[in-house]
Nanobody
Framework: VQLQASGGGLVQAGGSLRLSCAAS????????TGWFRQVSEKEREFVAG????????YHAASVKGRFTISRDNAENSVYLQMNTLKPEDTAVYYC????????????????WGQGTLVTVSS
């Protein structure tokens, strides 16, 4: 499956962005999907994940209550709604997919999008 992330940009603190991840190739609806972020050479950090059917979702403590992951299998897409953004949310955001259950470990994901940069100014 091929993934294409989009929606990043520059936003002021307190603002909102919606990231999208469009999938093509294999049946996307059978894959769990996650959003990760990475700052420079630091380790890739789990942000949110959602099960293949959208019935289960998970959010990192640092974004819980501000970010919401969702998916639309009819559109082969996954979204990350980001509200009340903070400067520390600045990172390159990646979407990823894997067969099986949602996992917070980046190495468990096989398919990755190219990343989209989110910059939050103070």
């Amino acid at each position: 499956v091929q993934l294409q992330a989009s929606g990043g940009g520059l936003v002021q603190a307190g603002g909102s962005l919606r990231l999208s991840c469009a999938a093509s190739g294999r049946t996307f609806s059978s894959y769990s999907t996650g959003w990760f972020r990475q700052v420079s050479e630091k380790e890739r950090e789990f942000v949110a994940g959602i099960s293949w059917d959208g019935r289960s979702s998970y959010h990192a403590a640092s974004v819980k209550g501000r970010f919401t992951i969702s998916r639309d299998n009819a559109e082969n897409s996954v979204y990350l709604q980001m509200n009340t953004l903070k400067p520390e949310d600045t990172a390159v955001y990646y979407c990823a997919a894997r067969e099986g259950r949602v996992d917070a470990t980046p190495t468990m994901f096989v398919y990755w999008g190219q990343g989209t940069l989110v910059t939050v100014s103070s």
